[in-house]
């Protein structure tokens, strides 16, 4: 039996929890493999060869190919491992967050300089 989680309607958000720890466990273990050069190196030479080493799902898979960081969220990545990848592609996290929003990264910077999203967003 699922446990009762009254965080999980959060607005936009995917909230890491023990559920999605375990669903991303492969994904974010290839992540954090990004932190070593030569396993960089190796998966930016042949980066599907290089994701069939690990068990993650084919979504996953995919979801890493195509640099698409929302679908990675959704399938268990958390985004602090995820943030290997982008810097592995000479990415900052600001680069990053900004393509997970839309935004281009000066909008993204500017938006989080002047307080962030109105609290408000994304509820009825």
């Known amino acids: 039996m699922a446990l009762d989680k009254p965080y999980k309607n959060v607005p936009g958000t995917t909230i890491f929890d023990a559920e999605q720890s375990r669903k991303g466990y492969h994904l974010n273990q290839f992540c954090m493999s990004l932190m070593k050069a030569a396993n960089r190196e190796r998966f930016k030479a042949n980066e599907r060869a290089y994701l069939d080493e690990w068990p993650m799902t084919e979504e ?13 969220i959704s399938l268990g990545g958390n985004i602090y491992f995820l943030a290997k990848i982008g810097a592995t592609d000479g990415k900052s996290f600001q680069q990053m967050a900004g393509s997970m929003t839309g935004m281009s990264e000066e909008e993204y910077r500017n938006m989080m300089i002047s307080g962030g999203r109105d609290p408000k967003w994304g509820r009825n």
Do not use: G, I, S, T
């Open 60 to 72: 996953q898979k995919q979801a890493v190919l195509a640099r698409d960081l929302n679908r990675c």
